[in-house]
Antibody, heavy 119, light 108 residues
Framework: EVQLVESGGGLVQPGGSLRLSCAAS????????MNWVRQAPGKGLEWVSY????????YYADSVKGRLTISRDNAKNSVHLQMNSLRAEDTAVYYC????????????WGQGTLVTVSS | SYVLTQPPSVSVAPGQTARITCGGN??????VHWYQQKPGQAPVLVVY???DRPSGIPERFSGSNSGNTATLTISRVEAGDEADYYC???????????FGGGTKLTVL
């Protein structure tokens, strides 16, 4: 059974940093692309970042470029999101999502971790 | 950047057919995916590659895509289908994944 479990969320002050993690199990992690998708309270879904299966290719939404960094550790079946220079508008539930094989959808999602940026 | 437009809400009686649209410039040239999200839960993929269903998704869920509109059709709607639905594409011109604003399906 595919499982994605996020951790690392919490309350942080504006300008602060946070590191999110996603532990994957139930599939060959190194064969799949991974993503982070977020959802602000009461709002819709927003794709945040992508990382290729080998970790060499990354993409970011314009709203987070230069502040958030995605990485992965295929030996530990995990993907991370380093979040720096956080803003109030980064407040959201952050979901880890697996990329579909040979297509650009998200076939499995974690339950999410809440990040709150507030003073 | 590419924009996907969904109606904020759609209402339908049980047993009837719900159609949720997703508009975009020449969206028929792109590949559309659909997600269902119930309150307090993570999204679930219900249709991928315009019209395919993941295993475990009922045949009542179907998709189509042509011209400037993609459509998610839910036949024989049940109370358990009440949820937010999101369309999504990959914009190859910018290497960005794009979601529609979401549609709240209410079962009357």
């Amino acid at each position: 059974e595919v499982q994605l479990v996020e951790s690392g969320g919490g309350l942080v002050q504006p300008g602060g940093s946070l590191r999110l993690s996603c532990a994957a199990s139930g599939f060959t992690f190194s064969s799949y692309e991974m993503n982070w998708v977020r959802q602000a309270p009461g709002k819709g879904l927003e794709w945040v970042s992508y990382i290729g299966s080998s970790g060499r290719t990354m993409y970011y939404a314009d709203s987070v470029k230069g502040r958030l960094t995605i990485s992965r550790d295929n030996a530990k079946n995990s993907v991370h999101l380093q979040m720096n220079s956080l803003r109030a508008e980064d407040t959201a539930v952050y979901y880890c999502a697996r990329g579909g094989i040979d297509s650009f959808y998200f076939d499995y999602w974690g339950q999410g971790t809440l990040v709150t940026v507030s003073s | 950047s590419y924009v996907l437009t969904q109606p904020p809400s759609v209402s339908v009686a049980p047993g009837q057919t719900a159609r949720i649209t997703c508009g975009g410039n020449n969206i028929g040239t792109k590949i559309v995916h659909w997600y269902q999200q119930k309150p307090g839960q993570a999204p679930v993929l219900v249709v991928y590659d315009d019209s395919d269903r993941p295993s475990g998704i009922p045949e009542r869920f179907s998709g189509s895509n042509s011209g400037n509109t993609a459509t998610l059709t839910i036949s024989r709607v049940e109370a358990g289908d009440e949820a937010d639905y999101y369309c999504q594409v990959w914009d190859s011109s910018s290497d960005l994944w794009v979601f529609g604003g979401g549609t709240k399906l209410t079962v009357l």
